[in-house]
T-cell receptor, first 114, second 111 residues
Framework: DTEVTQTPKHLVMGMTNKKSLKCEQH?????MYWYKQKAKKPPELMFV???????INESVPSRFSPECPNSSLLNLHLHALQPEDSALYLC?????????????FGPGTRLTVL | QQPVQSPQAVILREGEDAVINCSSS?????VHWYRQKHGEAPVFLMI?????EQMRHEKISASFNEKKQQSSLYLTASQLSYSGTYFC????????????FGQGTTLQVKP
């Protein structure tokens, strides 16, 4: 299984809602990532988990809260988002952290904040 | 530091060749290349490591000039399936997990 899955595919939420994005991989990878991608822009790194511990937080606002319950799962909890947070949220995984490791991306969750 | 890609966009006919460049103002440890089709996830193409060899993926190859802090992606005899946005991603050192993507190059291959 060389797939990263993400749910839901689409999400529309109000600024007062609380929602979660889910990412799963069964490749035995020990590094997992959250990226944010705006239209016609490159993916921007948000968080990196290595061996289930948060390794990198790219100064992301606290309304985004990542969680790694186990080595296969990665969640992104959303609360009190702003309309400018609307974007494609991509999850990725790699064998390990670091420049020798290719990243496998999931299809993304397209988030719209009203 | 975000790498800079050139050109921003390319339009080709099937069978033509193209080169996409990626350069950085800082020293690079490795360069990754990804292709993203509209509405889809980025797909890994290849990694070039400092001191490594030129890589090839089907009719796509890439080089990495460490001294110039540049990488180039060569698409030979392009096919319709090559259409998409190509991103280079760079790592500045061996002990970081942070991949920084360039702004992307949109490639359109026409019949």
């Amino acid at each position: 299984d060389t797939e990263v899955t993400q749910t839901p595919k689409h999400l529309v939420m109000g600024m007062t809602n609380k929602k979660s994005l889910k990412c799963e991989q069964h490749m035995g990878h020990r590094a997992m990532y959250w990226y944010k991608q705006k239209a016609k822009k490159p993916p921007e790194l948000m968080f990196v988990y290595s061996y289930e511990k948060l390794s990198i937080n790219e100064s992301v606002p606290s309304r985004f809260s990542p969680e790694c319950p186990n080595s296969s799962l990665l969640n992104l909890h959303l609360h009190a988002l702003q309309p400018e947070d609307s974007a494609l949220y991509l999850c990725a995984s790699s064998q390990d952290i670091g420049p020798e490791n290719e990243q496998f991306f999931g299809p993304g969750t397209r988030l719209t904040v009203l | 530091q975000q790498p800079v890609q050139s050109p921003q966009a390319v339009i080709l006919r099937e069978g033509e060749d193209a080169v996409i460049n990626c350069s950085s103002s800082k020293a690079l440890y490795s360069v990754h290349w990804y292709r993203q089709k509209h509405g889809e996830a980025p797909v890994f193409l290849m990694i070039l490591l400092k001191g490594g060899e030129q890589m090839r993926h089907e009719k796509i190859s890439a080089s990495f000039n460490e001294k110039k802090q540049q990488s180039s992606l060569y698409l030979t005899a392009s096919q319709l399936s090559y259409s998409g946005t190509y991103f280079c991603g760079t790592y500045g050192s061996s002990n970081t997990g942070k991949l920084i993507f360039g702004q992307g190059t949109t490639l359109q291959v026409k019949p």
